[in-house]
């Protein structure tokens, strides 16, 4: 999953989740899915959205420093399990 996509994808989890705009509160995670897909692939990105998407389906919109957190387990994560195999 590219980042974008993974932006967008949040965007809607937000919209249809919370009383937010999704497209600005998923705005502010673009660079931490940017640094995911820099340091890993697209599958880790797409695991740190599915984190991100639970964490909105359940109530929670992270912000940005806590989506970094979500994104440091991804990829710590991902290189115990030498990137994902």
């Known amino acids: 999953m590219e ?8 965007e809607y989890a937000i919209d249809a989740s919370l009383d937010q705009t999704g497209q600005r509160a998923a705005a502010g995670y673009r660079p931490t899915f940017e640094r995911v897909a820099e340091r890993a692939d697209g599958a880790a990105v797409y695991d740190l959205a599915c984190d ?34």
Do not use: F, I
């Open 3 to 10: 980042p974008q996509e993974a932006v967008r994808q949040l």
């Open 52 to 85: 991100l998407a639970d964490e909105v389906g359940g109530g929670d919109c992270p912000t940005p420093a806590e989506a970094n957190a979500t994104a440091d387990r991804v990829l710590d994560d991902w290189a115990y399990t030498d990137g994902g195999e």
